[in-house]
């Protein structure tokens, strides 16, 4: 183990390491492809990605740049299109959905849209894509993105994907499918989990190295709820650290 690793490098191994072999993940631009691709080489060689424009079971050999580039269909299994993955995600085939989005409510739900009001907006931000849908249809989703209180906010400014949305029965009463939902959350500081079949609002579970409790509390704009014994998690290990950084992204575009 070493103690040289950014808090990037650190999120993207620690969201790698909770990839299960042999399922299917919807794998969103950025970070989420750092890590499936180091949880192809490490954890879950059996891992079938699944990028929106219709790239299906890739060997992530190269990052790709975007998840409708040439790197996506890399001995894949499957190339077909937007449609049919979003149908796929529809029928029930598509186990985990890696997100991000600029904020991230006690709920879960997702703001990919706007920063402020609607009109006029503060920030316009680059919008759903296919976020809505992965939030929506996949069995269980994951977001992965910074930590501050301005991403962890009391509540979204615009919700682009559907977490509990206020709560219990909430995404049933939406029309959503049972049973599904977000169940973690992976920052620069910590892993988070949610309270599922009561009050379905986010819980502390995990910190990372050298991160207090109070730590990810200050970084928070709404009380976190606490319901167990918090861990602290292994740091990066040195062969993960070299494959991120002189396999996977040598040219540091993410780390």
């Known amino acids: 183990m070493t103690a040289d690793y950014s808090a990037t490098e650190m999120m993207i191994c620690v969201t790698a390491r909770i990839m299960q072999d042999d399922s299917t993940a919807f794998i969103g631009t950025g970070i989420p492809m750092l890590a499936a691709s180091l949880a192809q080489r490490l954890y879950a060689p059996n891992l079938i990605p699944i990028f929106e424009f219709g790239g299906t079971g890739a060997q992530l050999e190269q990052l790709p740049r975007a998840v409708g580039e040439a790197r996506t269909f890399h001995r894949a299994v499957a190339a077909s299109g937007i449609c049919d ?31 402020g009001s609607y009109y006029p907006p503060q920030v316009r931000l680059p919008g759903s894509g296919g976020g809505n849908d ?40 939406a029309g959503l499918p049972r049973n599904t939902g977000p169940i973690q959350v992976i920052s620069t500081l910590g892993k988070m989990g949610f309270d599922v079949g009561n009050t379905y609002r986010m819980t502390l579970e995990a910190v990372f190295p050298n991160i207090t409790i109070q730590d990810i509390i200050e970084n928070t704009g709404f009380e976190l709820l606490i319901l167990g014994d918090v861990e602290t998690l ?17 040219d540091r575009l993410y780390i």
């Open 85 to 115: 993955i979003m149908e796929t995600a529809q029928r029930g085939f598509i186990d985990y959905g890696f997100l991000g989005g600029a904020q991230i409510d006690m709920y879960g739900n997702l703001n990919s849209t706007v920063i």
């Open 134 to 173: 992965v939030g929506s249809l996949c069995w269980r989703t994951i977001s992965v993105m910074r930590h501050d209180k301005r991403r962890f906010v009391p509540r979204c400014d615009f919700v682009t994907t559907p977490g509990y949305l206020t709560g219990c029965g909430a995404r049933e009463a």
């Open 234 to 250: 292994d740091p990066p290990t040195a062969e993960e650290l070299r494959i991120l950084r002189e396999e996977i992204d040598p």
